[in-house]
């Protein structure tokens, strides 16, 4: 797929149905096409955040290069601790903490690892993966195809998880209401998203653009949730599983006081951007530049220096960057 193949579309709310929008910010994709810069609003109904325009459906895989997967083989270790902590975060929910035949469902199961461990403590697992550039699998059931269209239409699952699937999504609600009829009778919808109401989501430029195209808050996923049967039993604002540092937190708060909108232009380039402009190659050398680069502005090193205690008040005031939420089918 090339730049002449892509396609955009303006959408509605996909929560209210809303075509009333704020615009919130503009920022490029950092990742792999800097050149393309992307809007991201907010019903003014209900608040929910998203991307408009947006890349159609067929236009995405452009945006998911087969290197977007390659990171869960680098950082196995990491990957690994993860699909435990992951499983900690429901397993109490789970009556008697008896798994034995019960059934999980895994949407986004990238390249398995997560199934596969599931699978090791006894589950009974399958996966959705849609992406043609993720890794084969062999060893359990996976479905080819979105969540919505899978051939299962009633009660079957005992949890269905989605770790940081949804914001990915181009209809969030049809995989609410999909998951709401997929789910046994006190059965769980455990997911993962990032946070809207955050500082880094909202205004530090911090969520993956455009592979991110929805973004939530508890209100948000409130109204998803009760629509479709399902109560909130669980809301965790955490970083033990994923991370959304609130890298220029500082410079954000010092544009503030003086009346003015961070725009992303006004942020310090990132480590990968500043390498790709001077095309540096990732060495010592390299990196010393980059905080020499970093160091010529005193707020970004003051900025650095309090950002972990920034981050647990975060996580204390519940506003931090990424929740956890735990829904059960009533």
């Known amino acids: 797929m090339n730049m002449n193949n892509l396609y955009f579309e303006k959408v509605n709310c996909n929560l209210c149905g809303f075509n009333g929008l704020k615009k919130i910010y503009s920022m490029p994709d950092r990742l792999y096409h800097p050149d ?35 990171d869960f083989e680098r950082n196995k270790k990491f990957h690994n601790k993860r699909y435990r902590k992951e499983y900690e975060v429901f397993k109490h929910y789970i009556d008697n903490n008896d798994y034995k035949g019960k059934f999980l469902l895994d949407i986004g199961c990238a390249n398995g690892d997560f199934p596969r461990y599931m699978i090791s403590l006894g589950w009974n697992v399958e996966g959705v993966e849609i992406s043609k550039n993720s890794k084969p699998i062999y060893d359990f059931k996976v479905y080819n195809q979105e969540f919505t269209k899978i051939p299962v239409n009633y009660p079957f699952y005992d949890v269905i998880t989605a770790w940081a ?3 990915h999504t181009h209809d969030p609600m049809s995989y609410f209401i999909k998951a709401g009829n997929l789910i046994k009778k006190g059965g769980l919808f455990v997911f993962l998203v990032t946070n809207f109401k955050s500082v880094s989501s909202r205004y530090l430029f911090r969520e993956d653009i455009p ?3 929805y973004f ?3 209100e948000t996923i409130r109204k998803y949730t009760s629509s479709v049967g399902l109560e909130l039993v669980k809301v965790d604002y955490s970083d033990s599983i994923y991370t959304m540092f609130p890298v220029n937190w500082l410079l954000y708060y010092f544009y503030r006081l003086r009346g003015k909108k961070l725009e992303y232009k006004n942020i ?14 990732k060495t010592i050398f390299s990196n010393f530049k980059y ?11 003051v ?18 960057g990424i929740v956890t939420y735990i829904a059960k089918k009533i």
Not at 49 to 56: A, H, Y
Not at 291 to 301: D, H, S, V
């Open 36 to 70: 393309q810069w992307f809007t991201v609003v907010e019903c003014q109904s209900c608040g929910l955040g998203f991307v408009n325009p947006r890349p159609t459906f067929l236009t995405m895989p452009y945006y998911y290069p087969s290197s977007f997967y390659e």
């Open 165 to 167: 699937v949804l914001e």
């Open 211 to 213: 592979r991110h195209l």
């Open 216 to 218: 939530f808050t508890e």
């Open 268 to 281: 310090p380039l990132s480590r990968g951007e500043y390498f790709l402009k001077y095309q540096l190659s």
């Open 291 to 301: 905080a020499a680069y970093l160091g010529k502005n005193p707020l970004n090193i």
């Open 303 to 320: 900025s650095m220096l309090f950002m972990p205690a920034f981050t647990k008040y975060q996580i204390w005031s519940k506003n931090y």
